[in-house]
């Protein structure tokens, strides 16, 4: 009795354990038939080993970017940034006493309402609430009438060269974080 | 060139960075550029499956498990895209039952040319390019991907049974093709 190809090829593949593999050692030394296309397999295996891997013709990075949508960063964009960190920091000081100047008064409105309504909630319950609510969305009315007045825009030139710099600033942004170089698969 | 590991490299390329997944297919163009060659046996094919191959990869990024290699992943990957090509082009030529049938021609070891690797590599190519789609497939998987049969399976979505029998029928078709019996 020789042994059957599915159990050459398993024993050849190192997957028989224990006594089929002991049976199947021990009958291969006996059997002149079984040797010889255990040896056929065994060449076979050799000969898939040498087989040669073959070069690239082509390299396939640029293709299969471009297939996905995209390519490549190029080099510049490492300047776009340090250029978009320097103006960012340039007109944040610039804008940052303006900024003061308009954000104080929100927050010296806002947190008091806040504290307020918070107040009233936790005094009076739930049934009160909406009345103040009320009473707040009136107050936070009026005073954004005063909110507005600092960000007023003013006569002089000044203004245009806040824009001209944000403008700027932002097409650095896009630019610098490669947005308009990415693929729209963002994720995968 | 970047050095980070793959490892990275996923996490980038998941994170958005397309160029790091352009930094793992400089790295592995070739081995998957070869299963394909091997699997399909004409060049500009193997190229195109193989660009096909890292594009459905990069697809099917999320579901890899960035802890395991990246590049046994990838080639399984390219043996599938193959194998499903093959089999919608190629209608198998050999069922079971001819293959125990029909007489095979066996071609005849020429010693003078025998010792050339080239001439030796395109008789073996010729003769995988010969088989079925699905015993090319386990051939490749196990002899160049090293995959166990359990792996073979999972990744060829059949079951052991059909693992043990299509490789085992591959090796010996193979033997005959290249005049081993």
Redesign the interface.
Do not use: C, M, P
């Given at each position: 009795m020789h042994l059957d190809d599915s159990t050459l090829n398993e024993y050849l593949d190192g997957r028989l354990e224990g006594d089929l593999a002991r049976q199947a050692r021990q009958h291969l030394r006996v059997c002149q038939d079984c040797r010889s296309r255990r040896d056929q397999l065994q060449s076979l295996t050799a000969s898939l080993a040498m087989l040669a891997e073959s070069p690239l013709r082509r390299d396939l990075v640029r293709p299969v970017l471009a297939r996905l949508g995209t390519k490549p960063a190029p080099a510049f964009l490492g300047w776009v940034t340090g250029f978009e960190a320097i103006g960012a920091t340039a007109l944040a000081t610039y804008l940052w006493p303006r900024l003061a100047e308009a954000v104080t008064p929100i927050v010296n409105t806002v947190v008091p309402a806040a504290v307020t309504l918070w107040s009233s909630i936790a005094a009076s319950g739930l049934q009160d609430v909406w009345a103040q609510l009320a009473l707040e969305i009136r107050s936070l009315a009026y005073a954004s009438d005063l909110w507005l007045r600092p960000l007023a825009i003013r006569s002089g030139p000044t203004w245009p060269l806040v824009l001209a710099l944000g403008t700027a600033a932002f097409l650095l942004g896009v630019l610098g974080n490669g947005v308009l170089l990415r693929s729209p698969l963002r994720r995968v | 060139m970047d050095s980070s590991p793959d490892r990275d490299l996923v996490e980038r390329?998941?994170r958005?960075e397309?160029?790091a997944?352009?930094e793992l297919?400089?790295r592995y163009?070739?081995?998957v550029?070869?299963v394909c060659?091997?699997m399909m046996g004409e060049?500009q094919e193997a190229?195109d499956l193989?660009?096909d191959a890292?594009?459905r990869g990069?697809?099917?990024?999320?579901t890899f498990d960035a802890q395991r290699p990246f590049g046994p992943w990838i080639r399984k990957v390219a043996a599938n895209l193959c194998l499903n090509s093959l089999q919608k082009r190629v209608p198998v030529r050999l069922t079971l039952d001819e293959e125990h049938d029909d007489p095979i021609d066996v071609e005849q070891p020429d010693p003078a040319v025998a010792h050339e690797?080239?001439d030796?590599?395109q008789r073996?190519?010729q003769a995988l390019q010969e088989l079925p789609p699905h015993y090319r497939a386990v051939?490749e998987l196990?002899?160049?991907q090293d995959l166990s049969?359990e792996e073979m399976a999972q990744t060829l979505r059949v079951s052991l049974s059909d693992v043990?029998?299509h490789?085992?029928?591959a090796?010996?078709l193979?033997?005959r093709r290249?005049g081993?019996?």
């Open positions: - | 390329t998941r958005g397309v160029d997944y352009g297919v400089r163009q070739t081995s550029f070869n060659y091997r060049h190229e193989a660009q890292f594009l990069y697809r099917r990024l999320g690797r080239a030796q590599s073996l190519r051939i196990r002899h160049y049969y043990k029998s490789l085992f029928r090796r010996r193979l033997a290249l081993s019996r």
